[in-house]
């Protein structure tokens, strides 16, 4: 049985980045999931790629987190009880996210800093059509 239109334009989501002003992040709904988007600045870039891998619970380099690096895709549920976090907050910023349910805390690229959370924010596969255009799903 083959899906119904409905169910395949869920599947993938299409993203004008320029709408998305840097130092910003933007959210979206994809899969019945919420979706964050961040344009990131030159210092978040920085900083995120400066963290030792030692450091982290759950070690991943920032350049294997985005395809760019001032664009972060993440899905945005947090991984310890799937609450969601919010953006711009925490103690791992600019640019880090923070669960207010049971404090855990992400930084810039999305990696689990301090908290209850097991593992990094989800990177979901997606494909940049051109340099302003990513298609998630």
């Known amino acids: 049985m083959a899906a119904s239109a409905d169910v395949l334009a869920l599947a993938k989501i299409e993203i004008n980045l320029n709408e998305i002003p840097e130092g910003k992040s ?8 919420p979706l964050f988007v961040r344009h990131r600045t ?10 030792p891998l030692n450091s982290l619970r759950d070690p991943e380099p920032d350049e294997a987190r985005c395809q760019k690096p001032e664009f972060l895709v993440v ?18 910023g600019p640019g880090g996210y923070y669960c207010p349910c049971h404090g855990s805390h992400y930084d810039a690229a999305g990696r689990i800093r301090r908290g209850p959370a097991p593992t990094n924010l989800e990177v979901p596969e997606y494909t940049f059509l051109n340099d302003n255009t990513i298609i998630v799903g």
């Open 26 to 33: 933007v959210s979206f709904k994809w899969r019945g999931k």
């Open 42 to 51: 030159k210092e978040e870039i920085d900083v995120a790629k400066a963290v």
């Open 75 to 92: 899905i945005g549920v947090c991984t310890h009880l799937g609450c969601i976090p919010i953006a711009d907050a925490g103690d791992y």
